[in-house]
Each structure stands twice: as C-alpha cells, then as structure tokens.
C-alpha cells in the first residue's frame, strides 16, 4: 500500500514539474521568436545603411513588410538617372520652370488633378524629400527651385 502512495505522490509531483517546464519551454520559445525578429530588424537596417552609403541607382527596400524607396543624395549620385521616374519627372518640371514652382503648378504638369489637396500631399512630400537630398532648393514661401 505504501508503494502505491509513494507512486501516486511521485507521479504528481512529476505531473507539476513537467507543467512548470512546459510553460518555461514557452516563454523561452517566445523570447526566442522575438530576438530572432529583432535579429532579423536589425540585419533589414544595416542593409538598408549599406544601400543608402553606397547606393547610385534608387533601391527598393522592405521594412517591417512596406517597399520603401531610397532617394540618393546629390552629392553621392553621379548624375539625376540615379533617381526613380517619378523624381526624374518633377526633377524635369522645375528645370523647365521660368521661376520657382509650387507643388501646383508641377502636379498639374504631371496630371493628378492639382484641385484636390490629398492628391497634391504625396507629390510635395517628394519635392520634399529631392529639396532635404540637395536635388532642389525649397524657398521659404514653399516654392522650390532646380539647384544648379
């Protein structure tokens, strides 16, 4: 009888070890999962420094599942084909302009209808980002200008 108790204590006492290692199991699995996810962020960022140090044509990256598109700087390019079609487009628009340009006036060359302000936001974001690159110069009334 007592080998009976014995063995039914000892089975119990296994049945809660074997539960607290079941949920240690887990929690390292989830820290796992997570450190290969940040392992796998930071490997997508270095790939993305490397791109944007050395990049002379436009490179499309993923980031945490979005296509982001890396806009060079004028003074790490060699010339404007390094941009995408789009940058190249409103690139070509303000050249051709007779004095500084609003997002305006290039959107209504590029043909979104420039009436309607959030269609006009995405093009100003990338005269924007060609002013920060030093492709354009943005005055301070927000009109912009082709660098020489």
Do not use: C
Request: no cysteine; proline share 5%; glycine share 8%.
């Amino acid at each position: 009888m007592q080998e009976r108790q014995w063995i039914t204590a000892r089975r119990s006492e296994l049945g809660a070890v074997a539960e607290e290692l079941a949920k240690q199991l887990q929690e390292v699995r989830a820290e796992r999962d997570e450190l290969a996810l940040a392992e796998r962020v930071l490997n997508r960022l270095a790939e993305l420094a490397r791109a944007d140090a050395g990049a002379v044509a436009p490179v499309s990256a993923k980031l945490a599942g979005r296509a982001v598109l890396l806009i060079p700087h004028r003074s790490d390019a060699a010339d404007e084909g390094a941009l995408p079609g789009d940058y190249r487009k409103i690139l070509a628009i303000v050249r051709e302009a007779v004095g500084p340009v609003q997002g305006r006036a290039v959107g209504e060359r590029l043909g979104p209808d420039a009436s309607v302000r959030g269609k006009l936001e995405p093009l100003r974001v990338k005269m924007t980002k060609l002013a920060d690159r030093g492709w354009l110069h943005k005055r301070g009334d927000g009109r912009f200008t082709a660098r020489p």
